[in-house]
């Protein structure tokens, strides 16, 4: 079983729906979980980053963070074709400088 | 502010040679870290270096290397390449003095290994 869980997609959806993107993982000592977006042969865009759990809102993006059930989610709301991207969840440990990563979920907003 | 960059961007080398990538952090950065991306196995951290010690390996063989300058600099290499070394390497760089800091990525160095 893999330390970080993430369903690969593709995931589809139309202009202005809201993406839901989440990812389970195993290592309770995960403190700090971020979000990263990456197109095609670009290197990793760093979205949205939370310590511990909580929810963290940036403009049309929300990340939750679960510690007891140990699952996270990104929610992209107005969803446009420009957010067409991988998405790779990340998380580290206190005291560890060390990502791992979620397969990432690849998803298309249909025009 | 300049970001993570990284030369060079695409790369082809034969099977048996070695390879030098290098990735120059954010200014300020001091820790730099190394992953490898491929289709299958996605993205697996190598190493990470901060003021030029590697704090932490990940589990590949001692063909690929790393090491950290002065000036917060780093390189990689791979020796005796084999095929499926081919794949994306991203450095990426955070000011790294404790755990938890904002970690970037660079655009990455393509390899393709025939």
């Known amino acids: 079983q893999k330390e970080v869980e993430q369903d690969p997609g593709p995931l589809s959806v139309p202009e202005g729906a809201i993406v839901s993107l989440n990812c389970t993982y195993s290592?309770?000592?995960?403190?700090?979980f971020m979000w990263y977006r990456q197109y095609s042969r670009k290197g990793p865009e760093l979205l949205m980053y939370t310590y511990s759990s909580g929810n963290k809102e940036d403009g049309r993006f929300t990340a939750q963070v679960d510690k007891s059930s140990k699952y996270i989610s990104l929610f992209i709301r107005d969803s446009q074709p420009s957010d067409s991207a991988t998405y790779l969840c990340a998380m580290i440990p206190e005291a560890d400088y060390k990502l791992s990563f979620g397969a990432g979920t690849t998803v298309t907003v249909r025009a | 502010k300049a970001g993570v960059t990284q030369t060079p961007r695409y790369l082809i080398k034969t099977r048996g040679q070695q390879v030098t990538l290098s990735c120059s952090p954010i200014?300020?950065?001091?820790?730099v870290s190394w992953y490898q991306q491929t289709p299958g196995q996605g993205l697996q951290f190598l190493f990470e270096?901060?003021?030029?010690?590697?704090?932490n390996k990940g589990n590949f063989p001692g063909r690929f290397s790393g090491r950290q300058f002065s000036n917060s600099r780093s390189e990689m290499n791979v020796s005796t390449l084999e095929l499926g070394d081919s794949a994306l390497y991203l450095c990426?760089?955070?000011?790294?003095?404790?755990?938890?800091?904002?970690?970037?990525f660079g655009e990455g160095s393509w390899l393709t290994v025939v």
């Open positions: 270096y901060f003021s030029e010690t590697q704090r």
């Open positions: 200014s300020g950065h001091r820790s």
């Open positions: 290592n309770s000592a995960f403190q700090y």
């Open positions: 990426a760089s955070s000011f790294g003095a404790s755990s938890g800091n904002t970690i970037y």
